[in-house]
């Protein structure tokens, strides 16, 4: 099946200073890539869905001046957690996704997930 | 409000024993239907999913699901539980229309007896 990659898989950071989290769709072009973040042992809260080329659009209660995503090409979208504070600290995960069919027929892919932790 | 629930945090089976993971969804459209698994540390992987037709769905590495409308279920199963099932899976509902987002259960962690 296809392959969506985040990069780093873990990253520690002072408080105050950002972080960038890569995904990357290997094998396909994703015109939609969603960020999800999850807190431990709870379920995965979207926080945003990126579409190429355009602004991306942020469920409510996501700051988006705090999480900054950027979707530049068909296969690289970043999520930038802009001065990171302890709470920031938790486990995001991208998805990606191919064409514009039905939502899921194997078009939807998972990332491994980026943990950060913010001291 | 569109939400999906998975009643128990947490289910501990023998293996080789059976398995029924239970969702509940309620969505106003017709839904699409999800089950992920995810390992500690890991990303989620799709081991079935659910459209329309036969409700009965088969998965990879011997899930199935079944789609009961009236209940508002899509519980899943597995006959004979093996000890590297031990993981933590989600249900999770998305529309047509909705442009793959999708909503999520709370997720069941599953432990596996020797």
């Known amino acids: 099946g296809a392959v969506v990659s985040q990069h780093p898989s873990w990253v520690i950071c002072k408080s105050g200073t950002s972080v960038k989290i890569e995904c990357r769709s290997l094998?396909?072009?994703?015109?939609?890539m969603f960020w999800y973040r999850q807190f431990p042992k709870q379920s995965l809260m979207l926080m945003a869905t990126?579409?190429?080329?355009?602004?991306?659009?942020?469920e409510q209660g996501v700051e988006k001046d705090k999480f900054l995503i950027n979707h530049a090409s068909l296969t690289l979208s970043t999520l930038t957690v802009t001065s990171a504070h302890p709470e920031d600290s938790s486990f995001y995960i991208c998805?990606?996704?191919?064409?514009?069919?039905?939502?899921?027929?194997?078009?939807?892919?998972f990332g491994e997930g980026s943990r950060l932790t913010v001291l | 409000a569109q939400s999906v629930t998975q009643p128990d945090i947490h289910i501990t089976v023998s293996e080789g024993a059976s398995l029924e993971l239970r969702c509940n969804y309620s969505?106003?459209?017709?839904?699409?239907l999800f089950w992920y698994v995810q390992s500690p540390g890991q990303g989620l992987q799709l081991l079935l999913k659910?459209?329309?037709?036969?409700?009965l769905v088969q998965g990879i590495k011997g899930f199935e699901a079944e789609f009961k409308r009236s209940q508002s279920s899509f519980n899943l199963r597995k006959p004979s539980v093996h000890w590297s099932d031990a993981a933590e899976y989600f249900c999770?509902?998305?529309?047509?229309?909705?442009?793959?987002?999708?909503?999520f259960g709370q997720g069941t962690e599953l432990s596996v007896k020797p």
């Open positions: 998805s990606a996704r191919t064409g514009t069919g039905l939502v899921g027929t194997g078009e939807l892919f």
């Open positions: 094998d396909f072009q994703a015109t939609t």
């Open positions: 990126s579409n190429e080329g355009s602004k991306a659009t942020y």
């Open positions: 969505y106003g459209a017709t839904p699409y």
């Open positions: 659910y459209f329309s037709g036969d409700t």
């Open positions: 999770a509902v998305g529309a047509r229309g909705q442009g793959g987002k999708l909503i």
